[in-house]
């Protein structure tokens, strides 16, 4: 009987040992998926990045959303480096589906997920939202206002954050990826839609960074751990980080000039030396052969320019010691405005880092050689900082009130032109006005470009 009692005893002890044991298992590792982006979305592909807080097994499913049909699923490893980020390609997708993607970190029960839509793969009409500029971490209403637009894709094209970066490097920048991607209102609107990110100097660098930033290296290299983004026109480790996609009959060229950029030398008001935001002649071909491109691909060109182009002597807020925006580069601008007019390039600008909504129709903005190349300029900024107003004058004016983003209606309808509808607008929802109470907006269209043999 004592035998038996010891036996049944020593069972027991042994079953609840064992599940102990494989609970500890289960949950050894308990992951927390800490933030996941979705960008690098074109017709038939997209990026998801995850970033854990530890290192481990998640596992991904994506899901077609209409059907709720599981299209794959993988169990990825979080590696034990590079503040555990995995990044997963999801390629031979179809054309405008919209897609759900869920993320399961390890032996933890909670999930974490979003959503994208591919691009069409014919000509389609669309709207995204832009805009820079934003306290570290911003938890601002705006990108509540933002996801509810359901626009295909948000751009943002500088300053995400203010950790002006030029020491400590690789720590400080993981840092302030993180507090920016687990702010709840950003991390719900970035979870809604692609995101499309070019940097400026706040978030590159120090503020006015360049090429001279000693976190130079760090920087790129953390971008490219933590963000989704195109492929980048240049392998260099230091950069720079330019890229470009289309969507549609339109070619976004982002283009890097922060990274390469050297500054012209004055002494006093007198240039000594010209500076260039390309920073090289690989650069600015890079760029101006790209623009040529979608021109003979029959596409319309938005380049994203992060900082101001109308800027001159006599402008309203010219100081003749100009570096950090195009009126200290008046030879490279000139170069760029004399090819976009050489070549007839059907190109708009979108930028940021002043703190405005503004726009031009081409009445300031020509820049070529006895003119002709009238560009149209639309500045929107800032998401969540103070306003300020810088470069000018534009036609349509300026409004310089915090917490503004633009909005881009694309209106293609496969004919000979496609349109396009310009707007700000405001965290509360409404429209931005100018200084004399007038709406800023602009509606135009542009003959789509025929189609060349490359
Ligand atoms: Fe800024």
């Given at each position: 009987m004592a035998y038996i009692l010891r036996y049944c005893l020593m069972f027991c002890i042994s079953i609840l040992f064992s599940c102990t044991a494989q609970k500890k298992i289960v949950s050894a590792n308990n992951q927390t998926i800490e933030y996941v982006l979705c960008g690098n979305v074109t017709k038939d592909m997209a990026t998801i990045s995850i970033k854990a807080d530890k290192a481990g097994k998640c596992k991904i499913n994506l899901i077609e959303s209409l059907t709720g049909k599981i299209i794959k699923t993988k169990l990825l490893t979080v590696p034990d480096l590079a503040d555990f980020i995995i990044k997963e390609n999801f390629t031979g997708l179809k054309p405008n589906t919209k897609y759900t993607y869920q993320i399961f970190p390890e032996g933890n029960s909670s999930m974490l997920g979003g959503n994208f839509t591919t691009f069409s793969d014919k000509p389609f009409s669309y709207t995204f939202a832009f805009g820079s500029c934003m306290e570290t971490g911003s938890n601002s209403d705006i990108f509540l206002k933002i996801k509810d637009e359901n626009h295909l894709f948000f751009l943002q094209g500088g300053d995400l954050h203010y950790e002006n970066i030029d020491s400590n490097c690789t720590p400080r920048f993981n840092e302030a990826y993180k507090r920016t991607f687990t702010s709840p209102h950003q991390s719900t609107l970035y979870r809604s839609l692609p995101f499309v990110y070019m940097w400026d100097d706040h978030d590159f660098g120090p503020n006015n960074a360049d090429a001279t930033n000693p976190c130079r290296k760090e920087s790129v290299a953390a971008y490219h751990t933590h963000i989704p983004h195109y492929p980048f026109a240049f392998s260099d480790k230091e950069g720079p980080i330019s890229q470009s996609f289309s969507a549609g009959r339109v070619m976004f060229i982002l283009t890097d000039i922060r990274s390469q950029k050297?500054?012209?030398?004055?002494?006093?008001?007198?240039?000594?030396?010209?500076?260039?935001?390309?920073?090289?002649?690989?650069?600015?071909?890079?760029?101006?052969?790209?623009?040529?491109?979608?021109?003979?691909?029959?596409?319309?060109?938005?380049?994203?320019?992060?900082?101001?182009?109308?800027?001159?002597?006599?402008?309203?807020?010219?100081?003749?010691?100009?570096?950090?925006?195009?009126?200290?580069?008046?030879?490279?601008?000139?170069?760029?405005?004399?090819?976009?007019?050489?070549?007839?390039?059907?190109?708009?600008?979108?930028?940021?880092?002043?703190?405005?909504?503004?726009?031009?129709?081409?009445?300031?903005?020509?820049?070529?050689?006895?003119?002709?190349?009238?560009?149209?300029?639309?500045?929107?900024?800032?998401?969540?900082?103070?306003?300020?107003?810088?470069?000018?004058?534009?036609?349509?004016?300026?409004?310089?009130?915090?917490?503004?983003?633009?909005?881009?209606?694309?209106?293609?309808?496969?004919?000979?032109?496609?349109?396009?509808?310009?707007?700000?607008?405001?965290?509360?929802?409404?429209?931005?006005?100018?200084?004399?109470?007038?709406?800023?907006?602009?509606?135009?269209?542009?003959?789509?470009?025929?189609?060349?043999?490359?």
């Open positions: 050297i500054r012209p030398v004055y002494n006093e008001c007198e240039r000594l030396k010209t500076g260039t935001n390309f920073g090289s002649e690989a650069h600015l071909n890079w760029f101006l052969e790209s623009m040529l491109k979608a021109k003979n691909e029959g596409k319309i060109v938005a380049w994203v320019s992060s900082y101001s182009w109308v800027n001159a002597p006599g402008g309203p807020n010219y100081k003749c010691k100009e570096s950090d925006n195009w009126g200290g580069y008046p030879e490279e601008r000139q170069r760029i405005a004399n090819f976009l007019k050489e070549h007839q390039i059907p190109v708009f600008i979108l930028s940021g880092d002043a703190h405005m909504v503004a726009m031009d129709d081409g009445s300031n903005s020509d820049y070529a050689e006895n003119g002709g190349a009238p560009v149209r300029v639309f500045h929107a900024a800032a998401l969540d900082r103070y306003g300020s107003y810088k470069g000018g004058p534009y036609s349509h004016g300026y409004s310089k009130e915090p917490g503004q983003y633009g909005v881009v209606e694309v209106i293609d309808e496969g004919k000979e032109n496609i349109c396009f509808k310009w707007y700000g607008k405001s965290k509360k929802g409404e429209k931005v006005i100018n200084t004399e109470g007038k709406e800023i907006s602009m509606e135009f269209c542009l003959k789509i470009p025929n189609k060349k043999a490359p």
